[in-house]
């Protein structure tokens, strides 16, 4: 008895595959063109320098409540115009009333209590604002 290498007419029973992976490569092509987008980080706005140096015009889009260590009472500011803390909610809802853009920059003196950060916040979350953004020293210095 010889081996042949021919078929002897029965039946195979060798699976098809071809089929199969076309199948298969368009499902790789469906998952790689629908794939989940990554999360980002934070969304953070940092004030911009101006790009005149020479420019004499104040900015009054840019909110910037600075809140200075002066003794027992901390003191207040929005855009170097003192107020005091109980009179910092209806002034930032007035200011946020008719804007679009609700962005507010807090800076803070070093050795602050966070609490008093916190209350401006709060007063920025109470006037509707958006996006609450905190001015450190490493911002202010450029790097």
């Known amino acids: ?10 039946a195979v029973s060798d699976m098809n595959v071809t089929p199969l992976i076309d199948v298969l490569l368009v499902l790789l092509i469906i998952f790689m063109v629908i794939q989940p987008t990554t999360p980002k980080g934070l969304n953070t706005l940092v004030p911009q ?4 140096q020479k420019q004499d015009q104040p900015n009054d889009r840019t909110i910037v ?10 003191t207040y500011k929005i855009n170097d115009q003192t107020f005091p803390k109980d009179q910092l909610a209806s002034e930032l809802t007035k200011i946020y009333e008719t804007r679009q853009e609700k962005v507010m920059f807090v800076r803070g003196d ?3 209590n966070f609490g008093s950060i916190a209350d401006v916040i709060g007063f920025g979350k109470q006037a509707d604002v958006t996006n609450v953004a905190i001015i450190t020293p490493q911002v202010e210095a450029g790097h």
């Open 49 to 52: 320098p101006p790009k005149d």
């Open 110 to 112: 070093r050795d602050l």
């Open 65 to 74: 409540v600075q809140v200075l260590n002066t003794g027992a009472i901390p």
């Open 1 to 10: 008895m010889a081996m042949g290498g021919g078929s002897t007419g029965g």
